[in-house]
């Protein structure tokens, strides 16, 4: 586990991000989306998969986090990431769920049927993604009556970072005017 969970924050909400496969805890789209979060006074975790094997053992991982947790709970997630935020969200109550690219039918990962515990959920994906089909991201957020981005990026969304720090802006507000 790595990443700051920062004291002076107000709130007892907590984002936790989870990286892809060929990243980590600390990269460019989760550095963006973490400063909204804590400028909104939200607590803010990155967890280190680095050292994790397979999608079994983030999985474990992120339960045994999240398992230690209490007060609202967003998880953001991106590609393996998001599969892995996907199916714990089966697991336990969250208050939102943002999605990028997620791997959420790949070949050879631990099928899941996906029954999130939230009904705030946003996907992410970009048209040209030669990872992650983008019909899996449509296919789930049509089940679950998610909003869904399509952009025309790759699976690295690294032109859109502009957009996901908006959208996920866009919904930690929204848990903010839930509150009050």
């Known amino acids: 586990m790595t990443g700051n969970i920062s004291e002076e924050q ?3 909400a ?19 989306m973490r400063a909204v979060a804590q400028e909104l006074g939200f607590k803010t975790v990155s967890i280190d998969y680095t050292a994790c094997q397979d999608e079994v053992e983030r999985k474990s ?12 709970i967003i998880l953001v997630g991106s590609s393996m990431g998001g599969y892995v935020s ?7 109550e969250l208050s939102a769920l943002f999605l990028l690219c997620p791997a959420l039918s790949l070949e050879g990962y631990e099928l899941v049927d ?10 992410v994906h970009g048209w040209n993604d030669d990872v992650v089909p983008v019909e899996s ?3 789930f957020a049509r089940e679950h009556k998610a909003m ?15 957009h996901l720090v908006i959208w ?8 903010i005017e839930s509150e009050n």
């Open 14 to 32: 907590l984002v936790v991000f989870s990286h892809g496969k060929e990243s980590g805890p600390h990269g460019e789209k989760i550095q963006a």
């Open 61 to 72: 991982l992120l339960r045994s986090y999240l398992s230690n947790q209490s007060g609202k």
């Open 168 to 175: 996920l802006e866009s919904l930690l507000k929204s848990l």
């Open 86 to 92: 996907a199916a714990l969200a089966n697991e336990f």
């Open 137 to 139: 991201s449509i296919q």
């Open 10 to 12: 107000n709130s007892s």
């Open 148 to 162: 869904l981005h399509l952009l025309p990026d790759n699976h690295r969304l690294s032109g859109s970072i502009s």
């Open 114 to 123: 996906y029954t999130p515990r939230t009904d705030k959920i946003v996907l």
